[in-house]
């Protein structure tokens, strides 16, 4: 069936015609980007102790090329993670070979004229095989990974333009130690802060006064932390596999769909761990980037948390704050988003310099290569300096982008 015009351009259109003469600033930064590692990222990179198991690229009979994980369900499609600037109805599971990808995944070269057709001056670089890492059962293997992508990342991608690609180092976070071990090589590789797993890989959350070290020396380094969506146990790769089902919705696509739309839930989760569990009043200078979950929400969500602490404190017994949740969420916690026109419409309710732009390059969500025409419309009613602030100067300062 005719599903109509593309949405993204249909959306696209509607922005241009509301956008009136507006402008958008100069040298414009994604907090959010991504690659698309390449076959020799791990298997070259890894400790060698690892190389038999590390993550590999597999081609299938049809020809497509997916990542396999040891240990870890099914394969990564990497024709789906890259899928920006196709239209959604020519969207497939089906996989293609690695070489049909955008060239701009994994060759920094590339890159950089992506991102000059997109009209963005810098991007801050996640990992796309490593988001389904964050959830694998072994903390020791999930290390190894993650070394050889920053190896990859420092060495390959992000050293053709270190202006322009701005990585983010991961971690497994087997122990406060070790992690703070890995902010300081992260900081001398150049990189602009850590992706660290939804779940770290030790017994105690990241509330647990055992990583107050950790978040000193966040602070100390001037290094961000990051969660990303699809990095904790409760919306990974693992969580959002479906299965049986009717023949006209079956129930794999109804629990995929409904998850897609609840993915902030996992990110709303670790909100809650750094306030209640009192991380920001003991580390107020702590800066926390979540990381595609967009922002519409925040202003409700922060409302309730507010409410659930001035009604419920004194029967739950979980003593006074000396600022209320609110607070905390709107100075501590930065938000990326790529389409969300509900949080640029409600900046008044939330705080625009924790606010960040982004265009998920080159994952099926991105605004890429409309992101300009999408923007001149959702952005026509902010001021010059929100503008800025949200499309720019935001993520220059946190992550340490000269522009």
């Not at 590692?37 to 081609?59: F, G, K, L, Q």
């Not at 590339?110 to 991007?123: F, N, T, V």
């Not at 990303?228 to 479906?242: N, P």
């Not at 009043?281 to 001035?310: F, I, N, Q, S």
Request: some cysteine.
């Amino acid at each position: 069936m005719d599903q109509g015009p593309n949405p993204i351009l249909e959306t696209v259109e509607q922005s241009a015609q509301a956008a009136k003469g507006n402008r958008l600033p100069d040298k414009m930064i994604s907090a959010d980007s991504h690659v698309t590692e390449p076959p020799n990222c791990y298997v070259d990179y890894i400790d060698p102790a690892y190389r038999d198991r590390a993550p590999r690229m597999e081609t299938d009979a049809g020809g497509g090329d997916s990542f396999v994980i040891d240990g870890m369900p099914g394969a990564v499609n990497m024709a789906i993670i890259a899928a920006a600037g196709i239209d959604p109805k020519d969207m497939s599971a089906s996989t293609v070979p690695f070489s049909a990808l955008h060239r701009g995944g994994w060759d920094g070269k590339a890159r950089l004229a992506d991102q000059d057709r997109d009209g963005i001056a810098a991007e801050v670089i996640f990992p796309s095989v490593g988001m389904v890492l964050c959830n694998h059962p072994d903390g020791d293997y999930k290390q190894a990974c993650m070394w050889a992508y920053n190896r990859w990342l420092h060495e390959e991608f992000c050293a053709v333009a270190p202006d322009r690609l701005v990585g983010m180092g991961q971690s497994a976070v087997r122990s406060p130690a070790e992690a703070i071990e890995d902010l300081r090589r992260f900081k001398e590789m150049g990189f602009g802060g850590a992706m660290f797993p939804g779940n770290p890989a030790t017994a105690e959350d990241y509330d647990d006064p055992i990583y107050d070290p950790l978040w000193r020396a966040a602070v100390e380094l001037k290094m961000p932390i990051a969660f990303h969506i699809l990095t904790s146990r409760s919306d990974g790769v693992s969580a959002i596999q479906g299965g049986g089902g009717k023949p006209n919705v079956p129930v794999q696509v109804r629990t995929r769909m409904n998850r897609g739309a609840v993915l902030l839930t996992s990110i709303q989760s670790i909100i809650s761990t750094f306030i209640w569990g009192r991380v920001f009043e003991r580390h107020p200078d702590l800066r926390v980037v979540c990381v595609e979950a967009d922002a519409g929400w925040a202003a409700h969500y922060a409302y309730r948390m507010d409410h659930g602490y001035k009604r419920h404190r004194f029967w739950q017994k979980m003593g006074e704050m000396p600022r209320l949740p609110s607070d905390y969420f709107f100075d501590n916690i930065y938000m990326t988003f790529q389409d969300d026109w509900i949080a640029l419409k409600m900046t008044g309710m939330l705080n625009p310099r924790r606010l960040m732009w982004a265009n998920d390059f080159p994952h099926s969500d991105s605004t890429w290569p409309w992101s300009q025409e999408l923007l001149l419309g959702q952005t026509a009613h902010l001021s010059e300096q929100e503008k800025s602030l949200i499309l720019r100067d935001n993520a220059a300062e946190l992550f340490g982008i000269v522009q």
